[in-house]
């Protein structure tokens, strides 16, 4: 089956550790993307990317970082210097190509929680 | 700058009842796109629909009817006959000519009581 997954769903932080959530596309979508989501609150971008071995920051990216070595794979790393990392972190991918008028399809969601 | 605006916060129903959300944009763009999609309490975001802003024709699909109009910069979204699956955060969210972002309005939770 075609889609989005994303991995682990549910994952626990120390405060000062990295961690990487995984996120890949069988789609054949050009564009993935990043979003983090709080608590009654809309989703706000963090990254993303259009092409393969290109990316963006979005409106929230300090404390992130991303790679896009491989067209299926996006993934994202919370780094230490994120001061409030806990939240729902969505992936998303769009195509074909990258268009505007293109909806975006969402994975299920990782939720990360700093102890 | 692309801005939504969704002004229920939460909106309460019993089943069978009809529910309208709505949702109002601000953009400088002559064209774009406007989505609505569901997030029930898995998680996930369910794409429901896409509209461009030179198509003012309303559209139905089964329960589900959405009412654009560009006089008053809205994408408005009604549920008929409301059941209980339908409980989940609804978002309205749009799209430049030449964005590839989407700005999302902050969601309307839905609650269908049985």
């Known amino acids: 089956d075609g889609g989005i997954t994303q991995s682990p769903k549910y994952l626990f932080r120390k405060e000062g550790q990295n961690v990487t959530l995984s996120c890949e596309q069988n789609?054949?979508?050009?564009?993935m993307y990043w979003y983090r989501q709080d608590p009654g609150q809309g989703l706000r971008l963090i990254y993303y990317s259009q092409i393969v071995n290109d990316f963006q920051k979005g409106d929230i990216a300090e404390g992130y970082s991303v790679s896009r070595e491989k067209k299926e794979s996006f993934p994202l790393t919370v780094t230490s210097a994120q001061k409030n990392p806990t939240a729902f972190y969505l992936c998303?991918?769009?195509?074909?190509?990258?268009?505007?008028?293109?909806?975006?399809?969402f994975g299920p969601g990782t939720r990360l929680t700093v102890l | 700058a692309q801005k939504v605006t969704q002004a229920q916060t939460e909106i309460s129903v019993v089943e069978k009842e009809d529910v309208t959300l709505d949702c109002v944009y601000e953009?400088?763009?002559?064209?774009?796109?406007l989505f609505w999609y569901k997030q029930p309490p898995s998680g996930e975001l369910v794409f429901l629909i896409r509209?461009?802003?030179?198509?003012?024709q309303n559209e139905i699909s089964g329960r589900y009817s959405w009412n654009f109009q560009k006089s008053t910069s809205s994408f408005n979204f009604t549920i008929t006959a409301s059941q209980v699956v339908d409980s989940a955060v609804y978002f309205c969210a749009l799209s430049g000519s030449n964005d590839y972002k989407l700005s999302f309005g902050a969601g309307t939770t839905v609650t269908v009581r049985a």
């Open positions: 998303a991918s769009k195509g074909p190509g990258a268009g505007a008028h293109n909806e975006q399809f």
């Open positions: 789609l054949n979508h050009d564009a």
């Open positions: 509209r461009n802003s030179f198509d003012e």
């Open positions: 953009t400088r763009d002559t064209t774009y796109y």
